[in-house]
C-alpha cells in the first residue's frame, strides 16, 4: 500500500523558515518524481516544486530562489525547504508522487499524502 505522510507543518512569522518532509512507502516501483503542492480553502491545489529520479528540479515562479526540494539517498524521504516565507504561502502542503514523465511534467501526480498546514504570519 502507498503511503505518503507529510510532517514539519507549523506557524512561522513573515521571513522565517519551515522544512517540510515527506516519507515515502509501499512503492513496487520508485516513482519517476515526487513533489510538492499546496492548496489553499476554495483554491485549485498547485505545484510547488518536483524532482525526478535523476535529481532534476522544477519550481513554480512564485517559490523559485525561496524554496528548495531535495531526497535523501534512500529515497523514501524527501524534502521541502521553505525559506523567506510570506504571508501568501499559508496553505495545505501536500507531497506526492507519480511514476512516468507525463504525469510529472503536467503536474498531474497520481498519490498523494494528507497535508500539513503552513502558517505565516506578518
Known amino acids: 500500500q502507498v503511503n505518503l505522510v507529510e510532517t514539519g507543518g507549523g506557524s512561522v512569522q513573515a521571513g522565517g523558515s519551515l522544512r517540510l518532509s515527506c516519507g515515502v512507502s509501499?512503492?513496487?516501483?520508485?516513482?519517476?518524481?515526487m513533489g510538492w503542492f499546496r492548496q489553499a480553502p476554495g483554491k485549485e491545489r498547485e505545484g510547488v516544486a518536483g524532482?525526478?529520479?535523476?535529481?532534476?528540479?522544477r519550481y513554480t515562479d512564485f517559490v523559485r530562489g525561496r524554496f528548495t526540494i531535495s531526497k535523501d539517498n534512500t529515497k523514501t524521504t524527501f524534502y521541502l525547504q521553505m525559506n523567506s516565507l510570506k504571508p501568501e504561502d499559508s496553505d495545505m502542503y501536500f507531497c506526492?508522487?507519480?511514476?512516468?514523465?507525463?504525469?510529472?511534467?503536467?503536474?498531474?501526480?497520481?498519490?498523494w499524502g494528507q497535508g500539513t498546514q503552513v502558517t505565516v504570519s506578518t
Open positions: 506526492a508522487a507519480a511514476y512516468n514523465i507525463g504525469s510529472c511534467l503536467s503536474w498531474q501526480y497520481k498519490y
Open positions: 509501499g512503492f513496487t516501483y520508485t516513482p519517476y518524481c
Open positions: 524532482i525526478d529520479s535523476s535529481g532534476r528540479v
